[in-house]
């Protein structure tokens, strides 16, 4: 995945889209819970990146916070505002994109998230598991 945080914009690579693909079309409940903890935390923090993730929303895939956040760049839910290094351990500093939900999006989130039954006391409790 390719980020440029000045013009906003955000290439996929195709061989990326078609595991954002896959997985979609055979983990989609996994997908959608790992979209909704990102942009839960996104609304609460302001700004995240993938490596906020945490193993208990992830299980054993080691792309599903990856292919969350290509997920909602690509709907538009979330985007590139800068560069950080990782906040995960196991990215050993790799710089990854630092992202925000667009302030013109935050009412779309809030619907893509009530749509998959995140109400709010259940975000409250997603949010007090992983955070």
């Keep these: 995945m390719t980020a440029q945080p000045n013009s906003m914009s955000t290439t996929l690579e195709p061989a990326f889209l078609r595991t954002l693909i896959l997985v979609t079309s055979f983990r989609g409940d996994d997908m959608d819970r790992a979209c909704a903890f990102l942009l839960l935390l ?3 923090l302001g700004q995240i990146d993938a490596g906020m993730m945490p ?13 969350a956040v290509a997920s909602l760049l690509t709907q538009k839910l979330l ?18 994109s630092l992202l925000s ?7 779309t989130a809030r619907t893509w998230l009530a ?3 995140y109400t709010t006391e259940t975000a409250q409790l997603e949010m007090n598991i992983a955070v």
């Design 42 to 44: 996104a609304m609460k």
């Design 55 to 67: 193993a208990e929303i992830c299980g054993e895939s080691k792309t599903m916070a990856g292919c």
């Design 79 to 96: 985007e590139p505002i800068g560069r950080v290094r990782s906040s995960s351990p196991l990215a050993n500093g790799r710089k990854v």
């Design 101 to 107: 939900i667009p302030a013109n999006r935050m009412a």
């Design 115 to 117: 749509q998959r039954g």
